[in-house]
T-cell receptor
């Protein structure tokens, strides 16, 4: 079965420190991979995607993600966290010929 | 473009009443999706349309739920009769094509008492 795992329900990081939000997937073929962010009382916002090519992709608000095929991972990273980055983050995958499979979400709290 | 538009933003209704949620996708997007988000179950895909045609409604919880897309710029999700367990945030999203990023509306927070 196609699935996306976000092993951490909650990630806490101090402002100015680097952050990582983890995502692993289990799908057949070469999937498309996405990250979304949800701020309180808002819809999900697209951050970045990996389709093919360079394993490191850059997205909005200084975020980037690294695709690792051997580890089937697509971790979200940012070199220096801001308090305003505090939100709910979703990893998603599109298996070939199908629609989005979203992970359960990881709540990021950036502490001042 | 104004993005995906949903109305109402909040809906409070009594058990047994009919509820209609509305969505206007981004112009030119061929795919439209309805999701439900709860603390317990996370984000669930209810149904999606391609060029106004329902493609997969396997996520619709039961016959009380129905969705239509009469034209490329409008879709509705109807719950009749509503029950307290339907309380959730309902999102509409649209995408240009299959396999491309989806753009979400602000959601409708539904409370059924």
């Amino acid at each position: 079965a196609q699935s996306v795992a976000q092993p951490e329900d909650q990630v806490n990081v101090a402002e100015g420190n680097p952050l990582t939000v983890k995502c692993t997937y289990s799908v057949s073929g070469n999937p498309y991979l996405f990250w979304y962010v949800q701020y309180p009382n808002r819809g999900l916002q697209f951050l970045l995607k990996y389709i093919t090519g360079d394993n490191l992709v850059k997205g909005s608000y200084g975020f980037e993600a690294e695709f690792n095929k051997s580890q089937t991972s697509f971790h979200l990273k940012k070199p220096s966290a801001l308090v305003s980055d505090s939100a709910l983050y979703f990893c998603a995958v599109i298996p070939y010929g199908q629609n989005f499979v979203f992970g359960p979400g990881t709540r990021l709290s950036v502490l001042p | 473009d104004a993005g995906v538009i949903q109305s109402p933003r909040h809906e409070v209704t009594e058990m047994g009443q009919e509820v209609t949620l509305r969505c206007k996708p981004i112009s030119g997007h061929d795919y439209l999706f309805w999701y439900r988000q709860t603390m317990m179950r996370g984000l669930e895909l209810l149904i999606y349309f391609n060029n106004n045609v329902p493609i997969d409604d396997s996520g619709m919880p039961e016959d009380r739920f129905s969705a239509k897309m009469p034209n490329a710029s409008f879709s509705t999700l109807k719950i009749q009769p509503s029950e307290p367990r339907d309380s959730a945030v309902y999102f509409c999203a649209s995408s240009l094509a299959q396999g491309t990023e989806q753009y979400f509306g602000p959601g409708t927070r539904l409370t059924v008492t």
